[in-house]
Every structure is written in structure tokens, then in C-alpha cells.
């Protein structure tokens, strides 16, 4: 009896139709399953470069073309003010910016020199006024004995013109008041600040009694601290001739160095000890012997330097 039934169901199918035994999947509303489209832009609303005028090079044609323009004659702040009172007002910020009269007084070495044979004492400075370009320079040296004469002291007045950030060149003239007799000289030279922080300084001097000298001198601050500060420092003098009237020999006439430690109370006052060692050398030797002196001396130094 089943075996009967499963033959009718099966005679059943095959007589249905064969589009009815397969399913038409072109008539399903493929739509409902996709996601909604926005609808297209007119192609004038799509620009041709999405990155115009966001970094894109510039061209000739962006580029403004002829003459700088001319520097404006008039002044909004001339509608509510006098113009002579801007005038005025640009005239003092021009200054103020890089126009201005300055000054300083360095004395950069007073000090007492304890030494074999006789202590002494010994200064150095220099003062200055005007701008940044042009300055008129005033310096002093000297030294001499504790109590005693002195021995060497000169006066120079300086006409100092920048050349650069770095290099002043100077010219003027030298006063020596000591030794006897006095010379005035000439002088013409190039001071500044050389690589690695070197401050230099050359000079040379035309006496008026027809003798050259050269003077070459260094220092540099070597900073430990914020407020303590080493300096090495050295001078060495030549001469073109004899001069016996003052006591110096053709060629290397002397050389200076010396090194002392400083401490910047305030870095516009700073007291400091360090040590001097100075030597004649050739003919000047000879004339600082005849005159009863020593042609060598190291001494102990303390002293003060400071600004304003």
C-alpha cells in the first residue's frame, strides 16, 4: 500500500508545469535590498580639481607682475592727530629702534700686583658713547709701583666704525704720558670678537718722532658658573726700531699673560685674584736691566672689574 502512494505522488509532480517546478528569481524586487542612491549632481557642481585653491602651486598668472608699490604717504593716525606730532612720534621710534646714543665705562682690570723685588699696581679700561655704527672710544693703561712712581700710563682717544656684526675698525691718537720723554702717536686699528669667542684687539702707533709699534692682545671667558668666570689673557708688543729714549728694543719688545678667576657678584661688579707674568726680550731687555729693573716678573694679582 505505501508502495502504491509513493508512485502516485511521484506521477503527481511530473505533471506539473515545468516553469511552476523552478523557481523565477528575475521577478523579485531586487530593490528593497540596495541601499538608497543620492541623486546625480549636475556636472557644473563637481569642480575639475577638488584641491584648487588649497596649496596648489602658484602660476604666472597668480603671481602680482611689475613694481613693488610705492611706501604710503599718509597715515591713518593723521585723521585724529597732528601731523607734526606723528612725525615726531615716527621720527622717536625710528630711534629707539636702532638709532639711539648709548654709553659704557669698563674698567676691566684695577688691581694690586704682589711681586718679588716690589708690589705694584696696574688699571686698564675704556669707555665709549654713540650708536651701533659709529662710537667715539676713550681708553687708559698704566701701571706702577705701590707707593712708589709710575712707571707707564697712556691716554688714547678713538674713532671706532663697525664693519660687520663681529669687527670694529678704530683710528686716533695715542698719548703717553710715561715713560719720560712723553710720545703722541698715531694709531690705527681693527678689535673684535674672533671665532670660538676670542675677543682680539691690533693696534699699530706712529709715533711723532717717527717710530712704529704693533700692540696684538687676546682674552677669553671661559665660564664655569653663572657667576664665576676664568680668563685667560695675553699681550705681546713689537717694534719696528731702537728707541732708547724710552727704553725699547727692535722686534718682540714684550709679552704679557696672565690669568685670574672672577666672580659676578652682579655681572656689573666682579672682584677676582689670579697671576701676571710679563718679560722683556732682546734689545729692551737689556735697556730695562741697564735701568735696575728685572726683565722678568710673576706677581699674584687681586682686584676688582665693573661696568656701567
Known amino acids: 500500500m505505501k508502495r502504491l502512494t ?12 515545468a516553469q511552476a517546478q523552478t523557481m523565477d528569481h528575475s521577478q523579485m524586487d531586487h530593490g528593497a535590498h540596495q541601499m538608497p542612491q543620492a541623486q546625480d549632481a549636475p556636472p557644473e557642481a563637481i569642480p575639475a580639481n577638488p584641491h584648487a585653491g588649497h596649496g596648489a602651486p ?12 610705492s611706501v604710503p604717504t599718509d597715515y591713518a593716525a593723521e585723521a585724529f592727530y597732528a601731523p607734526d606730532v606723528m612725525a615726531r612720534a615716527r621720527a622717536a621710534m625710528t630711534k ?22 716690589g708690589d705694584g699696581y696696574h688699571w686698564e679700561g675704556e669707555g665709549w658713547i654713540g650708536g651701533d655704527i659709529n662710537r667715539l672710544a676713550i681708553k687708559s693703561e698704566g ?15 678713538l674713532y671706532s666704525r663697525a664693519i660687520d656684526p663681529w669687527w670694529n675698525v678704530v683710528a686716533g691718537v ?28 691690533a693696534q699699530a702707533f706712529l709715533s711723532d718722532k717717527g717710530d712704529a709699534h704693533l700692540r696684538v692682545e687676546g682674552t677669553y671667558d671661559q665660564r664655569i658658573t653663572q657667576h664665576l668666570i676664568l680668563q685667560p689673557a695675553a699681550e705681546v708688543n713689537f717694534a719696528a726700531q731702537d728707541v732708547p ?15 685670574r678667576l672672577r666672580y659676578e657678584i652682579v655681572h656689573e661688579f666682579a672682584p677676582y685674584i689670579g697671576v701676571n707674568w710679563e718679560r722683556s726680550f732682546g734689545d729692551t731687555a737689556r735697556y730695562v736691566r741697564a735701568a735696575g729693573d728685572r726683565a722678568s716678573a710673576t706677581s699674584l694679582v687681586m682686584g676688582i672689574r665693573f661696568w656701567f
Open 6 to 17: 509513493f508512485v502516485a505522488l511521484l506521477l503527481a509532480g511530473s505533471a506539473l508545469p
Open 58 to 69: 602658484a602660476t604666472d598668472a597668480t603671481i602680482p607682475q611689475g613694481a613693488a608699490p
Open 96 to 117: 629707539e629702534s636702532g638709532g639711539m646714543t648709548f654709553s659704557q665705562l669698563m674698567i676691566d682690570r684695577l688691581e694690586y700686583r704682589a711681586q718679588k723685588g
Open 143 to 157: 701701571e706702577g709701583e705701590a707707593g712708589g712712581r709710575l712707571e707707564s700710563a697712556e691716554l688714547q682717544a
Open 174 to 201: 695715542r698719548q703717553d704720558f710715561r715713560p719720560q720723554p712723553q710720545r703722541t702717536y698715531a694709531t690705527v686699528g681693527i678689535e673684535g670678537l674672533a671665532p670660538y669667542w676670542f675677543e682680539v684687539e
Open 245 to 259: 729714549d724710552i727704553g725699547v728694543g727692535s722686534g718682540l719688545s714684550n709679552v704679557e699673560l696672565g690669568l
